[in-house]
């Protein structure tokens, strides 16, 4: 097995506000303008009551990068005003991993 | 703001397999007991075609305990044989973290 290497985890966990607002349409925006930044490895989400999008990222940087992008800086403000009662973000470094597939 | 003091992140990921042989009343069970293990901080889950759950945990040391503790190796085993055609696990220790509510 080569050297585990680590790389960034950022979890998003959030409850959406009443109304669409044009939510669907930018998340999935915003989940294809993700895919195209430097240092972007991957998404997994799941939404019921509570939602959860975890991205992941090479290193901090890319995340600063992908965090100050202009349209992306456009879909937070968005974010607050107008999607989320409430969010939270947590930046976390992948130490270790396993996989099970059958 | 006192300072951010480093916690874990166990994000678990999963596809179930077909049927329900009894997942939903393990997977409340399993919850309850983490709930009380030592270092235990909160758990949060979604699932829809993807599960993600995402457990957080003072140390490493809270994470190995929960691992090996004796009534969630006999659910991980049935994880394996029953309930998932994947997962994937991953540790992470948490970094850095912000909130937003209203």
Redesign the interface.
């Known amino acids: 097995m080569p050297p585990f290497k680590n790389y960034y985890?950022v979890?998003f966990?959030s409850i959406r506000s009443n109304g669409e607002k044009g939510y669907s349409h930018m998340a999935d925006q915003m989940e294809e303008l993700a895919k195209v930044q430097p240092g972007y490895l991957g998404m997994?989400?799941?939404?019921?009551?509570?939602?959860?999008t975890?991205s992941y990222w090479e290193s901090l940087e890319a995340i600063a990068n992908w965090k100050s992008n202009a349209d992306h800086l456009v879909a937070q403000k968005r974010g607050?005003t107008d999607w989320?009662?409430?969010?939270?973000?947590?930046?976390?470094?992948?130490?270790?991993?396993?996989?099970?597939?059958?």
């Open positions: 985890a979890i966990t997994e989400s799941a939404r019921q009551e509570l939602g959860i975890v607050i989320y009662k409430w969010y939270k973000l947590r930046i976390c470094k992948v130490e270790r991993e396993y996989d099970f597939f059958k």
